[in-house]
């Protein structure tokens, strides 16, 4: 007990013994000595619960206590009641501050953010760039259900997915159709949510530049491509016998160009897409055409192997799937070294879908590139990739091709032993394959 206390303790059972003392003698005095004492005794204790009621009074009127003065327990008790409720005020204080200071960096963030109350689905609380970006009104939407204040925004069933959900969603804004939002749902307690929009309008607009140009681009180096490699086709090397290396190697670089640009046609093209047909993809022609292209592109300097043992085809992009499954062996033959195996294998997974594997004994990749490779011109060796033609953009093209029918490219490889580019369709992609022409081919055909 703080000394101070233990001295106004002292101090109230000191007076109560000297009203006691007082009262014995006064009541010797008078004859009378039990009833005064008793008298006095029941005067301490009303004065007691006096002091008691106003305690209890003054806690429960809810209002600023005074400080008290003067000694004693009672005095202390109120003292210290005082002290309690002035520290409490001035936590409160600090915490409103804190929270203001909060509430106003929320309001003035530029990003769109809503509270929304998990169960009910129901705002809580918006800041002002939820007005402008989602068009909530204050106060009228406080508490409205955000599923149906926010349509066609898909949030209800966003919600009711909740920690399974998408992190992110691209959709248009529900007030201005040309407003680009970038909507993420974070679950940060139990019983909120916080849904957080961006206006990405401005950066899919660069974006969009950024691929009209490179399109543009490739578009016009097509014409003048095609006129000086078409003359340069036309020179015969054996006309200007000094000139033969230099027209070959014109001829040799006019063809890379024209790929290149090709193949920036393809990418442009297939970014533009937000999906392919949906044809039924024979795949016994498919893998048969793979193997004599492979069989082309080799001159019998490797030995091809074609599985086929899914015995399904795929839905999706004659074209398109051609030409990714094309690139893989392609690049597979291309760094694989003379006298290298490449395999081509079509299976069923466990998980019901089906794959297409490659896989070459060539060089390998080192494991820090595999992260990389799918980039636009990212090329592990330059000149392996420049001498034997290819443009460093094949796998973006895979990559896309892929994307556009929610298939996934796994890498594995190792450098000197070679690497196995696996595409793994969904169960959705399969479709049983009828036409008995197109059974599968036996188990294993070497070249
Ligand atoms: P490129 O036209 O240069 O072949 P790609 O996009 O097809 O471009 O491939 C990117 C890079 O990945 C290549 O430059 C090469 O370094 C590496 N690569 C691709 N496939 C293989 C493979 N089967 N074996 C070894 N390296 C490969």
């Not at 140009?213 to 490699?229: G, I, K, M």
């Not at 479709?431 to 081919?441: E, I, K």
């Amino acid at each position: 007990m703080p000394q101070h206390i233990r001295s106004a303790w002292f101090k109230t059972l000191g007076q109560l013994a000297l009203i006691l003392v007082l009262a014995a003698v006064v009541g010797l005095v008078v004859g009378h000595p039990w009833p005064v004492v008793t008298l006095a005794a029941l005067g301490v204790v009303a004065w007691h619960y006096w002091r008691l009621r106003k305690v209890l009074l003054r806690l429960t009127a809810r209002q600023r206590l005074e400080p008290a003065r003067g000694d004693g327990v009672w005095n202390e008790l109120d003292r210290l009641l005082y002290r309690g409720q002035a520290e409490m005020r001035t936590r409160k204080r600090r915490l409103l501050a804190m929270l203001r200071a909060y509430r106003a960096a929320a309001a003035a963030l530029p990003d769109a953010v809503v509270v929304v109350e998990r169960n009910s689905q129901r705002v809580q609380w918006f800041n002002k760039a939820a007005t402008s970006l989602l068009g909530l009104e204050y106060p009228h939407d406080i508490g409205a259900a955000i599923g149906e204040r926010l349509q066609p925004l898909p949030m209800s069933h966003w919600l009711a997915a909740g920690r399974n959900a998408e992190p992110m969603l691209d959709a248009a804004s529900p007030i201005d159709a040309n407003l680009r939002l970038n909507l993420r749902l974070i679950p940060y307690s139990d019983q909120h949510w916080l849904l957080v929009a961006r206006d990405v309008s401005k950066m899919l607009r660069l974006e969009q530049m950024r691929r009209d140009f490179v399109a543009n681009v490739s578009h016009e180096l097509r014409t003048p491509l095609t006129v000086v490699h078409g003359y340069l086709d036309m020179l015969e090397p054996g006309e200007f016998p000094d000139w033969a290396p230099m027209l070959a190697e014109m001829q040799k670089q006019s063809q890379r160009m024209t790929q290149l640009v090709e193949d920036l046609l393809t990418l442009s093209r297939l970014e533009a897409q937000d999906s392919l047909p949906d044809e039924s993809i024979a795949m016994a022609p498919m893998l048969a055409t793979l193997r004599r292209e492979a069989e082309a592109l080799s001159q019998r300097r490797h030995t091809i192997v074609v599985q086929d043992e899914a015995g399904v085809d795929l839905s999706g992009s004659n074209k398109e799937l051609h030409s990714a499954f094309s690139n893989l062996v392609s690049n597979a033959v291309r760094y694989t070294p003379a006298g290298g195996t490449i395999t081509v294998r079509f299976a069923r997974e466990a998980d019901g879908g089906a794959v297409l594997s490659v896989r070459d004994t060539g060089y390998g990749i080192p494991a820090a590139h595999l992260p990389r490779i799918t980039e636009r011109f990212y090329r592990v060796s330059t000149s392996r990739s420049r001498e034997s033609g290819g443009t460093g953009l094949g796998l973006s093209i895979v990559k896309h091709v892929l994307n556009l029918h929610q298939a996934r490219l796994e890498i594995e490889s190792e450098v000197g032993h070679g690497s196995t580019f696996s595409v793994h369709f969904n169960a959705e992609r399969l479709q049983p394959r009828l036409d008995a022409s197109t059974l599968p081919l036996p188990d294993s055909q070497t070249a």
